[in-house]
């Protein structure tokens, strides 16, 4: 039985006091401050963010490390990225996103190949920066066709002091001028990835922006140039974007940083606009460029062909009307494709409920494209999420949606049972749990090894595993708990 506003809105708060009711009072307290019932009226979620993890409850947040490394240098593929500390920090030594690239690894390009400089005791104790200095002259004897390379600091680097700047400028002069950027992204720094974000973007100014000069390639400007910044090319994310860019008639003349190279860090200063998809990862560098640079940026959403179409037209209203007839032709062009997908998967997903969880910018995001399906966002929230991605999150969420933020593995779960959504998009560390729930669930951080799930190209593809994850045969042989006894 559907449930009037006003019900929602008391199921949710009781929810809430429910999951803080186990917690001891100091804890409850704190944790009462990330929870919240969204205000239709208000200009926020009303949830406080970007605060240190209570200890001892279970946060899926990563570390500056792992936002740096992890996110914005890792994919520019032509670098060769050092995590520099132990290898037990695997996690992104060993590891990367699905950040598709077009190059040969291991001559050209170097995403999916991890270096560390594995740190051992004596290490530890002597100091690492010998170490370093030996590695990044083996880096380039191995891979001479490499453009450029990173030091990313893990936590004992900043721990014991090591110069890791002093290193990169006198390895840079010894290998002819060669870039070489040390980052500052050690684990323990902020209190989320979210700082490593912002340290990354402090390195391009300063070692790529700052330091680069006059180095980057000469090219023909021309008043149709634009730069991706933000979208890591998840399962060909990107690529599916620039399709529609380019259709319209504008020129991409750098990614950040799916598929991105260091050429085309330099040559970004020289683009007439940056389009930036996720702005909390991204913004610091886009703000910057705006203030040095004059460059403006524009914020968009490609997710679902409502917000496809409403992007399209607010990146082309900053250039003529050359470009704004390109964006209506593609628009119409896709028009039919779409109305054919959601011909096809809105019968089978109309009012099904979903809960969201993620990092960046999807917990707002997707949710036009959830609702292009007919499909209804009950509740979302942020992993490592600020104020102001709260504030965006209002012209997305409906009045009532359940709000949370840096939510506890308990917290979600206790949030799940009562709302009793029919999907669950959220990380790999909570999949497993909910479909052992019985509940239908999709990878929302790298798509499930699906996508991509930008433009329209990658709409269809959404709506198929969305379909695919709710309407699947298997949840018959399982019930989830709530169900278990009918």
């Given at each position: 039985?559907?449930?009037?506003?006003?019900?929602?809105?008391?199921?949710?708060?009781?929810?809430?006091?429910?999951?803080?009711?186990?917690?001891?009072?100091?804890?409850?307290?704190?944790?009462?401050?990330?929870?919240?019932?969204?205000?239709?009226?208000?200009?926020?979620?009303?949830?406080?963010?970007?605060?240190?993890?209570?200890?001892?409850?279970?946060?899926?947040?990563?570390?500056?490390?792992?936002?740096?490394?992890?996110?914005?240098?890792?994919?520019?593929?032509?670098?060769?990225?050092?995590?520099?500390?132990?290898?037990?920090?695997?996690?992104?030594?060993?590891?990367?996103?699905?950040?598709?690239?077009?190059?040969?690894?291991?001559?050209?390009?170097?995403?999916?190949?991890?270096?560390?400089?594995?740190?051992?005791?004596?290490?530890?104790?002597?100091?690492?920066?010998?170490?370093?200095?030996?590695?990044?002259?083996?880096?380039?004897?191995?891979?001479?066709?490499?453009?450029?390379?990173?030091?990313?600091?893990?936590?004992?680097?900043?721990?014991?002091?090591?110069?890791?700047?002093?290193?990169?400028?006198?390895?840079?002069?010894?290998?002819?001028?060669?870039?070489?950027?040390?980052?500052?992204?050690?684990?323990?720094?902020?209190?989320?990835?979210?700082?490593?974000?912002?340290?990354?973007?402090?390195?391009?100014?300063?070692?790529?922006?700052?330091?680069?000069?006059?180095?980057?390639?000469?090219?023909?400007?021309?008043?149709?140039?634009?730069?991706?910044?933000?979208?890591?090319?998840?399962?060909?994310?990107?690529?599916?974007?620039?399709?529609?860019?380019?259709?319209?008639?504008?020129?991409?003349?750098?990614?950040?940083?799916?598929?991105?190279?260091?050429?085309?860090?330099?040559?970004?200063?020289?683009?007439?606009?940056?389009?930036?998809?996720?702005?909390?990862?991204?913004?610091?560098?886009?703000?910057?460029?705006?203030?040095?640079?004059?460059?403006?940026?524009?914020?968009?959403?490609?997710?679902?062909?409502?917000?496809?179409?409403?992007?399209?037209?607010?990146?082309?209203?900053?250039?003529?009307?050359?470009?704004?007839?390109?964006?209506?032709?593609?628009?119409?062009?896709?028009?039919?494709?779409?109305?054919?997908?959601?011909?096809?998967?809105?019968?089978?997903?109309?009012?099904?409920?979903?809960?969201?969880?993620?990092?960046?910018?999807?917990?707002?995001h997707v949710i036009g494209a959830y609702e292009d399906l007919g499909m209804e966002v009950v509740g979302t929230g942020y992993e490592f999420g600020h104020n102001d991605d709260y504030q965006r999150t209002t012209h997305y969420v409906k009045d009532g949606t359940l709000i949370y933020d840096d939510v506890t593995g308990y917290e979600f779960e206790k949030f799940v049972d009562r709302l009793k959504p029919d999907?669950?998009?959220?990380?790999?560390?909570?999949?497993?749990?909910?479909?052992?729930?019985?509940?239908?669930?999709?990878?929302?951080?790298?798509?499930?090894?699906?996508?991509?799930?930008?433009?329209?190209?990658?709409?269809?593809?959404?709506?198929?595993?969305?379909?695919?994850?709710?309407?699947?045969?298997?949840?018959?042989?399982?019930?989830?708990?709530?169900?278990?006894?009918?």
């Amino acid at each position: 039985m559907d449930l009037t506003l006003d019900e929602v809105k008391a199921r949710n708060a009781d929810v809430i006091s429910e999951a803080l009711s186990v917690y001891p009072d100091k804890t409850a307290k704190k944790r009462a401050k990330h929870l919240n019932v969204y205000e239709g009226d208000k200009p926020d979620c009303g949830v406080k963010s970007n605060i240190k993890s209570v200890p001892g409850v279970m946060t899926i947040r990563g570390c500056a490390y792992a936002g740096s490394k992890g996110v914005v240098w890792g994919p520019i593929k032509d670098m060769v990225h050092i995590s520099h500390g132990p290898v037990g920090c695997g996690q992104y030594s060993w590891a990367a996103r699905r950040n598709y690239y077009i190059g040969v690894t291991g001559v050209d390009t170097f995403v999916t190949m991890q270096f560390t400089s594995d740190f051992q005791e004596k290490d530890i104790v002597f100091g690492g920066d010998k170490k370093l200095d030996k590695i990044l002259d083996e880096v380039q004897r191995l891979f001479p066709l490499n453009h450029g390379i990173t030091i990313q600091s893990e936590c004992p680097i900043g721990l014991i002091g090591d110069d890791i700047e002093a290193v990169a400028k006198r390895k840079s002069k010894e290998l002819g001028g060669k870039t070489i950027v040390p980052v500052r992204c050690e684990g323990f720094r902020g209190v989320s990835q979210s700082l490593g974000h912002h340290i990354a973007n402090d390195a391009v100014r300063d070692w790529v922006f700052e330091k680069g000069g006059d180095k980057a390639p000469l090219f023909e400007s021309t008043p149709y140039d634009v730069a991706i910044i933000g979208d890591y090319n998840i399962g060909g994310d990107a690529w599916s974007s620039r399709i529609l860019l380019e259709e319209m008639g504008l020129r991409v003349i750098a990614q950040w940083s799916g598929d991105g190279s260091l050429a085309e860090l330099e040559n970004t200063p020289k683009a007439k606009l940056n389009i930036l998809h996720c702005y909390r990862s991204m913004n610091y560098i886009s703000r910057y460029m705006e203030e040095k640079f004059g460059i403006p940026w524009v914020e968009y959403n490609f997710f679902g062909p409502s917000k496809v179409a409403e992007s399209l037209r607010a990146i082309a209203s900053h250039f003529d009307d050359r470009i704004k007839e390109g964006a209506e032709r593609v628009i119409a062009k896709y028009k039919p494709l779409m109305d054919a997908v959601i011909a096809k998967y809105r019968p089978r997903l109309e009012g099904k409920k979903v809960m969201l969880y993620v990092g960046g910018l999807r917990p707002r995001h997707v949710i036009g494209a959830y609702e292009d399906l007919g499909m209804e966002v009950v509740g979302t929230g942020y992993e490592f999420g600020h104020n102001d991605d709260y504030q965006r999150t209002t012209h997305y969420v409906k009045d009532g949606t359940l709000i949370y933020d840096d939510v506890t593995g308990y917290e979600f779960e206790k949030f799940v049972d009562r709302l009793k959504p029919d999907l669950v998009g959220s990380g790999i560390k909570e999949k497993y749990v909910f479909q052992k729930m019985g509940v239908p669930f999709r990878q929302m951080h790298s798509w499930d090894y699906s996508g991509p799930y930008h433009g329209y190209d990658g709409f269809a593809i959404f709506a198929r595993d969305m379909d695919m994850a709710i309407n699947n045969p298997v949840w018959g042989l399982t019930k989830a708990p709530w169900n278990a006894g009918r």
